[in-house]
């Protein structure tokens, strides 16, 4: 089963592709929590990638379809990507990509919310940056504050979850991602999903429009 995540920041997409790869086993490919790692390692991507990452701009094209051929490799059985693709050009590469192995995608799922119910959720959130697990200090916050209840290390506020970078971030999305909505659904692969539902009931309602795929893979 191969699926990607479409949605604005906040929307839920990391938290959802977490629940998927434990319930069907899929690999989760998330750009942004990869990326995070290449800038806290400080490599060549890393650097590159840093000033658009503060900015709440889009790593370049070429820089993250690099990137995603690489991880494709460890991904044979299936995989959900949280936050690629991001731009028409990204899903073209991914297409080319998947289609060079035989291996088209199964579907494309589209949160849905409205911006104040991002803002809000963003400026809650608390991120284990060692695995990208997050909280929310308003509907799901950890035993002890500031503390990630499994690994019991710090939990951070990530730096481009400051409410201008969030403004700029979600403007970004409105502008470049947007358009994929639609080139999913012309080839009938869109699933839309009520992102401001509660975690449980969304999972339900991704897993009910795959499920019966990804149980096969
Ligand atoms: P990335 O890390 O991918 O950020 P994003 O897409 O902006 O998404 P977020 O991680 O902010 O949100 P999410 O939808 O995963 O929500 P979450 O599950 O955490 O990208 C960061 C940057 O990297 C980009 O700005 C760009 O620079 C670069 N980048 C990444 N990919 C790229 C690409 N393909 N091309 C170019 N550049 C790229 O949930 C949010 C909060 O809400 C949490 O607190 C959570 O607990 C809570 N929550 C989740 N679901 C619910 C629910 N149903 N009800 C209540 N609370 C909920």
Redesign the pocket.
């Known amino acids: 089963m191969r699926v990607v ?1 479409l ?12 629940i998927l790869q434990e319930r069907f086993g899929l690999e989760q490919i ?4 990869i ?2 790692r290449h800038l806290a390692m400080g490599t060549p991507l890393g650097k590159q ?1 840093e000033s ?2 503060q ?7 070429d ?2 379809i690099d990137m ?1 051929e690489h991880e494709l490799e460890r991904a044979p059985d299936g995989f959900v990507m ?6 028409v050009a ?1 899903a073209e590469a991914l297409d080319e990509l998947l289609a060079r192995r035989g291996t088209p995608l199964d579907a494309a799922v589209s ?1 849905s919310a409205d911006r104040a119910a ?1 803002v809000e ?2 400026a ?4 284990n940056p060692r695995n ?1 697990r ?7 916050p950890p035993k002890v504050a500031g503390i990630d209840d499994e690994d019991g290390g710090e939990l951070i506020q ?1 730096e ?2 400051r409410a201008e970078t969030v403004a700029k ?1 979600l403007d ?2 409105e502008r470049q991602t947007w358009p994929l909505i639609e080139y999913y659904r012309k080839v009938g692969k869109l699933v839309q999903v009520d ?5 449980a ?2 999972s339900e309602t991704i897993a009910a429009a795959i499920g019966d795929e990804a149980g096969s893979c």
């Open positions: 995540f949605g604005p920041p906040g929307a839920g997409k990391g938290t959802q592709a977490r998330s750009t942004g929590d990326l995070r990638a658009y990452m900015r709440g701009q889009l790593v370049p094209d820089l993250v995603i949280d936050g690629f693709p991001r731009t990204q949160f991002l959720r963003l809650s959130r608390w991120t990208g997050t909280y929310n200090a308003l509907t799901n990530r481009d979850d971030r970004v999305y992102a401001l539902a509660s975690v009931s969304v």
